[in-house]
């Protein structure tokens, strides 16, 4: 097989959608927007010994790729619509990529997106998805939109992909339950794309939680100019973490868990509960957005010192 059987058998079978002028198959595909509608463009990259193990299976990785990607989407409340894929391949090997693909168009199927092209090439396993949605023009949850007397509020469960990690590590012994469920949170994320849609008109600022839940808020409270205050307590996690005594780093420091993390007026309250509900996703109120710059996390009302707030690549 080469890079081409690659496109033309694995690649170019999917149906299209209405805005799809043109998809895999020339130098360029073609999106037509539609009228009153921004579009969202983002890209997230995956790198083997970086990312993944070398021993990831090819259908964790097509998750784990779209869903990371899919995540950012929800993050700014748009709906997913395109990708491109750009991998790097060791070798084209059929029974990996039948996985690979097999995974790749279920995800996109169940998201609805349509995969328009990307580019093919040999080296160290390395894949990036650019994905493009859209939203109405002007209405984006936004890292810059917190608002003063704003509540906090996270989905999901925070810590759990970081407690796997750290058992893959051999830095902790989970029981074979516990752990078999937060390695399932890190290679499997669940990107919250129902509930970005669901909050778009209600909440204020968003993001996702890629690198630790306190840097991740810091970064909203940041680009807002303002502060937060967040109850440690509040903070949802799997309970049996908690006896474990890194459980406080897994839970602020800990990244991969992309689950949403977002800002709405108190006054809107029972609407994001409804918005919870009607997409299906757990949602927590965790905290408010002060004055006073910077993110500060108490648990009996004393507050919590880290040294390691959450995940940057270039940390020395
Ligand atoms: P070019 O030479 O212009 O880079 P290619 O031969 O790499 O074009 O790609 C041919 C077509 O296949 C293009 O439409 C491209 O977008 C698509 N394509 C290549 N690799 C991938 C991939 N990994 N995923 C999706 N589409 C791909
Ligand atoms: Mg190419």
Same mark, same amino acid.
């Given at each position: 097989?080469?890079?081409?059987?690659?496109?033309?058998?694995?690649?170019?079978? @999917?149906?299209?959608?209405?805005?799809?002028?043109?998809?895999?198959?020339?130098?360029?595909?073609?999106?037509?927007?539609?009228? &009153?509608?921004?579009?969202?463009?983002?890209?997230?990259?995956l790198l083997e010994n970086r990312h993944f193990f070398a021993n990831t299976a090819a259908a964790d990785l097509a998750h784990k790729v779209m869903a990371v990607n899919l995540s950012d989407m929800a993050a700014m409340g748009a709906t997913p619509k395109w990708a491109l894929?750009?991998?790097?391949?060791?070798?084209?090997?059929?029974?990996?990529?039948?996985?690979?693909?097999?995974?790749?168009?279920?995800?996109?199927?169940?998201?609805?997106?349509?995969?328009?092209?990307?580019?093919t090439t040999k080296g160290n396993l390395t894949f990036n998805v650019t994905i493009?949605?859209?939203? =109405? !023009?002007? @209405?984006?949850?936004?890292?810059?939109?917190? #608002?003063? &007397?704003?509540?906090?509020?996270?989905?999901? #469960?925070?810590?759990?992909?970081a407690a796997a990690l750290n058992h893959h590590w051999n830095h902790v012994r989970l029981p074979e339950a516990v752990f078999l469920q937060c390695e399932?949170?890190?290679?499997? =994320?669940?990107?919250?794309?129902?509930?970005?849609?669901?909050?778009? !008109?209600?909440?204020?600022?968003? @993001?996702?939680? !890629?690198?630790?839940?306190?840097?991740?808020?810091?970064?909203?409270?940041?680009a807002s100019d303002v502060g937060m205050n967040v109850d440690f307590a509040l903070i949802p996690t799997l309970s049996e973490l908690k006896a474990h005594s890194e459980h406080r780093e897994w839970v602020l420091s800990g990244g991969d868990d992309y689950e949403l993390i977002f800002t709405a007026p108190k006054?809107? %309250?029972?609407?994001?509960?409804?918005? &919870?509900?009607? !997409?299906?996703?757990?949602?927590? %109120?965790?905290?408010?957005?002060?004055?006073?710059?910077?993110? %500060?996390?108490?648990?009996?009302?004393v507050a919590i010192e880290l040294e390691q707030k959450g995940f940057d690549h270039f940390h020395e």
């Open positions: 097989m080469n890079e081409f059987d690659f496109i033309n058998r694995y690649l170019k079978q @999917q149906t299209q959608d209405a805005q799809v002028v043109l998809g895999i198959g020339d130098d360029a595909a073609i999106v037509r927007p539609q009228a &009153g509608m921004d579009l969202h463009l983002s890209s997230d990259m894929l750009s991998v790097a391949l060791p070798k084209l090997d059929e029974a990996w990529l039948n996985d690979f693909c097999e995974h790749l168009f279920a995800i996109a199927k169940e998201y609805r997106v349509c995969l328009i092209g990307g580019d493009i949605g859209q939203a =109405p !023009s002007g @209405q984006a949850l936004r890292r810059d939109a917190a #608002q003063l &007397g704003d509540d906090v509020w996270v989905s999901g #469960q925070i810590g759990l992909a399932q949170k890190r290679l499997r =994320p669940t990107p919250r794309v129902a509930l970005g849609e669901a909050i778009l !008109s209600l909440a204020h600022a968003a @993001q996702d939680v !890629s690198d630790g839940l306190w840097q991740d808020l810091a970064h909203i409270a940041k006054s809107a %309250r029972e609407a994001i509960i409804k918005a &919870g509900l009607t !997409s299906k996703t757990s949602i927590t %109120r965790i905290g408010e957005v002060v004055k006073e710059a910077g993110v %500060r996390v108490f648990e009996n009302q």
